[in-house]
Structure formats: C-alpha cells, structure tokens
C-alpha cells in the first residue's frame, strides 16, 4: 500500500509539472514541483510561510466541520473538494431557484395578463350590460309613455264605444216599451178575431151543447127510431149519433186529461136506412132505465149538413178497448172523421176546428248509457211526449177543444161500436 501511495504521489506530481495552469516548467525535477505546489498552496491558504498556512488550514478544516461536511478524510484536499463540491451544490440550487423564480414569475405574468384581460372582458360586458339597460330603460320609459297616450286613447274611445251603446240601449228600450204596446195591441186584436171566430165556426165547449144535429122524429120500438135527417142531409147509412134527453141538451166535451164526465147520452144509434126525408137507425146501446122519446136530441162532432170540420188527430190509440194503445187505431179515428164529412189536417191553426189526442206518451226511467237499444227507444219516448206537449199547448193556445180517444168516441156515437 505504501509503495501504490507513493507512486499515486508522484504521478500527481508529474501531472502538475505538465499541467499549463500550473505555471510549471516541465523541465523540473519533481522534487522541485512538490516545492512549488506547497509554496502555492501556501499562497492559495493566504500565508507566505508553511506553519502559518497549516495553521490555517487546520481552522479552515476546523470550519468545515463546523458547517458540517464530513469528508471521506480529514485532508485539506478532501475538505476543499467537499466545498466545492458543497458550492456547486448551492450554485445548482441556486440556478434551479433563479429557474423557478424565473418560471413563476412567468406563470405570475401569464395569471396576471390572464386576470387583466378577465378583468378588461367582465368590463367590457358590464358596459355592454350597462348599455343594454339604459337602452332597455330608455325604451320602457319610452313605451310607457306611449301606452299612457294609447291608455288615454283608448279611455276615450271606450267613453264614446259607451255612450253610443247607452244609446243604443235606451233607443232599445223605447223600442222594447213600443213593442210591448204594440203586442197588446195585437193581443187584443187576436182576442177580438177569436170572439169573431167563434160565432163562425163550432166551439167544441159550446156550439155542439146549442146545435143538435138532429132529432128523434119516430119511435116504432123493436130497437128502432127515425130521425129527421135525409138523403138531402148527406147522411148515409153507417153514421152513427149520440142520443141526449131533450129536456138536458148535450152535456159540455169536459175535460181530456181523463175519462171523468164523460159526455154519455141515454143511447147510440145507427143509421141503417137513408129515407128521402129521414133515416131509419138501429139503436146500439141503451141506458139502463133510459127509454127514447119523440124529441130526444142526436149528435155527432163530425157530422154537419152545412160544413166541414178539420181535426188533428195525434197520438196512440185503444180503439178496442185491449188496454194497449198503438198508432195503427189512429187511423182508426182519422177514417171515422172522413167517413162522417170531416177533413184531417195535421198542422194546429186558425182553420183547426177540433184536436183529438191519443193516450199521453209514457216516459220510461232513463237506462244505462251502455245499452244502446234502450237509450234509442228512451229517446224516442222523449222525443214523443215533447211532441205530443207541443200539440196540447199549440191547441190551448188557439183555443180549441181537445178531445181525448174516449170523448171523441161519444161525441160521434160510435163508444159501443168501437169496443166491440
């Protein structure tokens, strides 16, 4: 080991002699050199003698230790190479400081330009902001000007749309009230025609209770009468008549809702016979205790020697008495009225003379809507019993008698025969 020192030494010495930083000529001898190198180290310690330079390189290392490097050995070379290498050290951290700083004062800039031109942008939009809401608020005040002007307008208008209306409601009114005058008027005129009316043609309630159509002019027996009606009374045979006390007259037609009252004589006949001044007639139903003289008055609502008459007939009849009306027995009637002289007519007007209705429609209880067959035939109903209301109080309106199947059939006679 002591020889590799030794000649690591001097192979440091020969590389110093040749080294031109050294200043060294090559030519010395490497005692000479190792001369040099420690008069210049002495130098580079700052002494110009040897026990001062050691003195100094003792506390130097002394130092060193003190700011803790700790070197492989406790040479002055080794604890010059641990501060340089130390420097080095602190220069290269440095340099990465200076780099950092260097970096995030770019970084700071980059934020700061970026934060200012935020800045500038968010102020730019607060101006546009700004300006948009003086623009806005120029523009509200503006239109709320304008529409206090149309407000204005429109008040005015509307002032004048209501006075042309109260206007126009007060010339309604005048209108109304002379309307309502004028319609008395009429009322009192209709009323006058009515009366007027009635002394030319037959009222039901009336005219049939004071005009007989005939009379019983002969009563052989056997069921047999003669009447005073003949060939040039266009009387033919099958016209039947109903026979009342001629004391009593024939009774009023009554009242049609029901069969209370029912205007009955003391018999019905039928002509069998038509003689040239009188008929001879078969009596078909007789009142019990009843007996027919010379004189009993006959009737039949149809018949007239000097006019027709015009019926409505609507409704549901029970000719035959089954208790099941149907609209196939109002033929029935409609036959018996043109059989006997009258005329059938279906619309109620001044020229109606009588209205015979059949049984009043029943309305059944109104079904389920998910039965279509029973909702048909409800309505049907409906539509049936609003019908046969409108006739009745078009009817009481011109005040003409209504006659229901049962009435009618007394009147003309034919009760017995139809329930055969």
């Known amino acids: 080991d002591l020889v590799r020192k030794e000649s690591e030494e001097i192979e440091t010495l020969r590389q110093a002699k040749n080294d031109p930083a050294r200043n060294l000529n090559s030519s010395m001898k490497l005692f000479d050199v190792a001369l040099a190198e420690r008069s210049n180290l002495a130098k580079m310690i700052g002494s110009e003698d040897e026990p001062t330079a050691v003195n100094a390189a003792h506390n130097t ?7 803790g490097l700790k070197p492989a050995n406790e040479s002055l070379t080794a604890m010059v190479d641990a501060l340089v290498a130390e420097v080095r050290a602190r220069q290269t951290e440095a340099e990465n400081n200076k780099n950092d700083a260097t970096a995030a004062n770019k970084k700071l800039t980059q934020v700061v330009e970026a934060t200012d031109a935020q800045i500038k942008s968010m102020k730019d939009a607060m101006d546009h902001i700004s300006g948009e809401r003086d623009q806005a608020l120029d523009q509200a005040q503006k239109a709320a000007a304008g529409q206090t002007m149309a407000f204005d307008t429109t008040a005015a208008d509307l002032r004048k749309q209501l006075e042309a209306t109260q206007t126009q409601i007060n010339e309604l009114n005048a209108a109304n009230a002379d309307l309502g005058t004028q319609i008395k008027k009429k009322d009192m005129q209709i009323a006058d025609l009515l009366q007027k009316l009635g002394t030319n043609r037959i009222d039901a309630a009336k005219a049939i209770t004071r005009q007989p159509d005939g009379k019983i002019v002969r009563v052989p027996g056997g069921n047999r009468v003669y009447i005073d009606l003949g060939q040039n009374d266009h009387v033919s045979p099958g016209l039947t008549f109903e026979v ?15 069969d209370e009252a029912l205007p009955i004589g003391k018999a019905s006949i039928e002509v069998v016979s038509v003689l040239p001044t009188g008929s001879e007639c078969y009596v078909r ?3 019990r205790g009843a007996a027919l003289v010379e004189g009993d008055i006959i009737a039949n609502l149809v018949y007239d020697k000097h006019q027709k008459y ?3 007939v609507y409704g ?5 008495q089954t208790g099941q009306s149907n609209p196939q027995d109002a033929e029935v009637i409609k036959r018996l009225v043109t059989q006997w002289g009258g005329k059938i007519v ?5 020229d109606t003379d009588f209205v015979v209705l059949g049984k009043e429609p029943a309305i059944p209880e109104k079904p389920a809507e998910d039965d279509p067959l029973a909702v048909a035939a409800y309505n049907k109903a409906v539509e049936e019993a609003d019908q046969y209301a409108n006739i009745s109080q078009r009817a009481r309106d011109y005040r003409l008698q209504i006659l229901n199947q049962n009435r009618f059939l007394y009147l003309v006679g034919y009760y017995t025969q139809a329930s055969r």
């Open 285 to 287: 139903r007789l009142q």
């Open 346 to 350: 279906t619309e109620i007007n001044v």
């Open 61 to 67: 290392l002394e130092k060193a230790k003190a700011l």
């Open 244 to 258: 009342y006390d001629k004391s009593e007259g024939i009774p009023p037609a009554g009242d049609p809702s029901n």
């Open 316 to 320: 549901n009849f029970d000719v035959n």
């Open 310 to 312: 015009n019926f409505v």
